[in-house]
């Protein structure tokens, strides 16, 4: 199985958004995770599809985030425009998840569903996104410890959804919780604080990535 850390660019330098992005591009990144918020779905508002603009002629496939509400009235189609490769919504967010994940698709785009730490996997028995996101902390914030208890719903979250779903993991990922996420099945690890909080992101994306796939 292939392992694939995803940046978060949440915890960049946003005065430098471009080299930071260029620097893990350059260590061997080529997924981009970009957290949106609306203020509503998670307190924090955060950014717009402008940064998927500026951020589109990088060559690297841009993974969007929706923390927000109702995403299928209009942010879905405004990331699709600005650049996004897949786009994940929240099995919270909304009453139409299969709706929102058709409109991900019709636009072109690879479709995720997330679910928040107490949210119940069974959502996945019912509808069949392209990438399962397990969320490893409460949205809303980087920076915060990983849930022990996720590794096990990782497990059965890969069991539900098959081999054939990306199952990624999104929040306090870094070297010393990677390796049990790619133990229980995750094969992409977002990973924002522990890259770009790091002085050498450069350094910290390579020790993430052999944390993650040298787990003997
Ligand atoms: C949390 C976001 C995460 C966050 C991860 O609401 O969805 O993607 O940026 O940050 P770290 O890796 O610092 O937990
Ligand atoms: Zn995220």
Known sequence: MTVEIAPSILAADFGALRDQVGLVKGAGASIIHVDVMDGQFVPPL???PQVCEALRDLGLHLEVHLMVDRPETIQVESFAKAGAGTIII???ATPAVDYALDLIR???CHAGLAVNPATPL???EEVSPDL???????PGWGGQSFIPSSVAKIERLRAIVGPDVVVEVD????VATAA???AAGADRLVAGSAIFGEDDPVRAFNNILHAATNRN
């Open 46 to 48: 955060s950014m717009g």
């Open 90 to 92: 929240h099995a919270e």
């Open 106 to 108: 019709s636009h072109g």
């Open 122 to 124: 069974a959502i996945y």
């Open 132 to 138: 399962a996101l397990c969320m490893t902390v409460n």
């Open 171 to 174: 929040g306090g990922v870094d």
């Open 180 to 182: 049990s996420c790619v």
